[in-house]
């Protein structure tokens, strides 16, 4: 996280900067954890699973009323609306994402009745982006169908390999066969907007066999396929695995490899590459996703959610557990929060914009943010173009093709 600056005396912001247009909820259940994974996450936890959907109702329906009252407040020359907590301006939502953890190891109708909350209190936009995430084994046809009526018009499918071998390496509880089953049952479902995530560098895994998966993945026909260079994060099974040598790391010559092999095979096979780690199809890029880069405002509910609103970044307590107690006693489920200022908040922007390979709006970043971001960060730029990391149009900051190979480092010059 950036630190705070000062904030200056003034600031310009466009009309629509405070407008809230996405919603993340977070489901942190899982059947069980994968190797891998350090995210906010849990399995056994079923005798929480409606408690923990009614809090997310309750905490939707509170997050609706206060905005409803800030609005009122505002009109009548009132107060700002206190740290992580809307200020009236909302939706209706353009983009409402179910991530986890697995959502669908929730029922399809507990889903629907958490989606049915944001329609009734915020709103969705007849067109908006509506996306639950899924694990292959907690999916059927009757599920999708469910689904798909309820109301959610866009999947995505945690698949990470088409290789039994190494799903079952990674702790992962499905096969290829059943991913391949579960995208199909969607298909059938009526999801026409439907996305598929990868995990690249498993150990043990050549370039043969990530050609392999590459192969069947694009053969798919996904709308959208994301895929991730594996992180051994602290605390995992994996780094457990790894620090008694029992699993080694994938050479970092091969990993590159891997990243380059994907974005050949993936664009020649009609994918657009416009994130660093996302490809679409024409028209079908994340909206939920692009929100994030473009470090714009949203709502986050549920365990471990964060939100985004009137600059100030927001947490809600971790566990489930504990975010029902929060929930039923009526305490503050925030449990930090950080105001960011016009230069930390541009920090922050210059940083997620360049992983997008259209790069950083410079018109929008001033007019949103009041700063410019070729004087606050001239040195830097001059240094980069030079090493040929970035580069900028007349409207874009961007970076190049081994500017992305070398993104941590591009992004260290802006934090």
């Known amino acids: 996280m950036l630190l705070c600056g000062q904030a200056p005396r003034h600031r310009r912001l466009g009309p629509d900067v405070h407008v809230i247009r996405a919603a993340y909820v977070h489901i942190p259940f899982c059947v069980s954890k994968c190797w891998y994974c350090d995210f906010n996450s849990y399995a056994g936890l079923e005798p929480v699973y409606d408690d923990y959907v009614h809090a997310v109702i309750t905490e939707i329906q509170h997050a609706h ?38 959502p669908t190891t929730l029922r399809a109708g507990q889903l629907a009745n958490i989606l049915d909350a944001i329609r009734r209190t915020l709103g969705v ?59 199909s049952a969607a298909r059938k479902a009526g999801f026409a907007n439907i996305g598929i995530d990868l995990i690249f560098a498993l150990p043990g895994q050549t370039l043969d066999h990530w050609r392999a998966t590459l192969d069947t993945a694009a053969g798919l026909l996904s709308e959208h396929i994301s895929l991730y260079e594996l992180s051994i994060e602290e605390g995992t099974r994996f780094a457990e695995l790894c620090e008694n040598g029992r699993i080694e790391r994938v050479d970092e010559d091969v990993r590159v490899d891997m990243y380059e092999l994907a974005i050949e095979k993936l664009t020649a096979a009609g994918y657009e590459h416009y994130e660093v780690s996302n490809f679409a199809r024409p028209g079908y890029r994340s909206r939920h996703n692009t929100v994030y880069w473009l470090n714009q405002p949203h709502y986050g509910f549920g365990a471990g959610a964060t939100s985004y609103i009137d600059g100030t970044r927001a947490r809600r307590v971790a566990h489930a557990r504990d975010y029902i107690a929060a929930i039923e ?35 929008r970043v001033r007019d949103e943010i009041g700063l410019d971001p070729l004087a606050e960060y001239a040195s830097q730029i001059v240094d980069l173009t030079a090493r040929g990391l970035i580069e900028l149009t007349d409207t874009h900051l961007r970076v190049t093709h081994q500017g992305l190979l070398l993104l941590n480092d591009v992004a260290r010059e802006f934090v």
């Open 65 to 102: 009323d206060l905005a409803a009252t800030r609005t009122h407040e505002h009109a009548l020359g009132g107060t700002p609306a206190p740290p992580g907590e809307p200020s009236g301006a909302s939706g209706p939502l353009t983009s409402v994402y179910f991530g986890g953890g697995t």
């Open 125 to 183: 936009a007849v067109d908006g982006e509506v996306t639950v995430e899924a694990n292959p084994g907690t999916v059927d046809a009757h599920k999708l169908s469910a689904l798909r009526k309820a109301g959610f018009n866009r999947l995505s499918i945690g698949v990470q390999s088409f290789d039994d071998e190494f799903l079952r390496s990674i702790g992962r509880a499905h096969t290829s066969a059943q991913a391949i089953d579960a995208y």
């Open 329 to 363: 006693s009526g305490s503050d489920v925030i449990e930090s929060s950080e105001t960011l200022y016009p230069r930390a908040r541009l920090g922050e922007t210059m940083v997620l914009g360049l992983r997008m390979l259209d790069g950083v709006d410079l018109t």
